[in-house]
């Protein structure tokens, strides 16, 4: 079974600072991956997904994703972050037969600091 | 365009009672998704819709929850009787076409259910 493991569950910067949260993923084959963003009241919004070709993935709001065979890992980048980026990121793998079902990790809630 | 709707928002029961939610997806939109979000945890799917008709409710606990979506518009989840167990927020979602893995899920904000 497809699983996601994210290491890190809070974070916190300061503003300006680069960030990278991780997500590890256990799937069989060439997975298809997302990251989501959950601010507080809010459904989640899709920052950017992966299903093939290019590794380096770019998405909204400045964020950009990097797809790791190797390492079973797609982490989520951003150069310099802003007060408004705090929220709680999910990565999410998706399966590739059938359906458009979506394994989640347990989230990474990022705090910024002015 | 308007977003996925939820309501209500915030719900609290007591244990065995019963409980319902409502969802509207966005216009158009075949494919709905029910996902429970325990505190700390992601969110974890409990049914796909096609239309009216049922995709994968593999998750869903079948002897307390139960969701239809008659008219392949609105869609209801009910859970009775509750328990505490199932305090969490109710994620409703929905995507245009049928369900494949690439087409994006937009989510509601939630209903967010606590069982005392």
């Known amino acids: 079974a497809q699983s996601v493991t994210q290491p890190d569950i809070h974070i916190t910067v300061s503003e300006g600072a680069s960030l990278e949260l991780r997500c590890n993923y256990s799937y069989g084959a060439t997975p298809y991956l997302f990251w989501y963003v959950q601010s507080p009241g809010q459904g989640l919004q899709l920052l950017l997904k992966y299903f093939s070709g290019d590794t380096l993935v770019q998405g909204i709001k400045g964020f950009e994703a990097e797809f790791k065979r190797s390492q079973s890992s797609f982490n989520l980048r951003k150069p310099s972050v802003h007060w408004s980026d705090a929220a709680e990121y999910f990565c999410a793998v998706g399966e590739r037969g059938g359906g458009n079902k979506l394994t989640f990790g347990t989230g990474t809630q990022l705090k910024v600091e002015l | 365009e308007a977003g996925v709707a939820q309501s209500p928002r915030y719900k609290i029961i007591e244990k065995r009672q019963s409980v319902a939610f409502w969802c509207n997806p966005i216009?158009?939109?075949?494919?709905l998704y029910w996902y429970q979000q325990i505190l700390g945890q992601g969110p974890k799917l409990l049914i796909q819709?096609?239309?009216?008709?049922?995709?994968?409710d593999s998750q869903l606990p079948k002897d307390r929850f139960s969701a239809e979506r008659l008219k392949g518009v609105d869609s209801t989840l009910k859970i009775q009787p509750a328990k505490l167990e199932d305090s969490a927020v109710y994620l409703c979602?929905?995507?245009?076409?049928?369900?494949?893995?690439?087409?994006?899920?937009?989510f509601g904000p939630g209903t967010r259910l606590t069982v005392l």
């Open positions: 216009s158009g939109h075949a494919t």
């Open positions: 819709f096609q239309n009216n008709g049922v995709v994968d």
């Open positions: 979602a929905s995507s245009l076409g049928p369900p494949r893995p690439t087409d994006t899920q937009y």
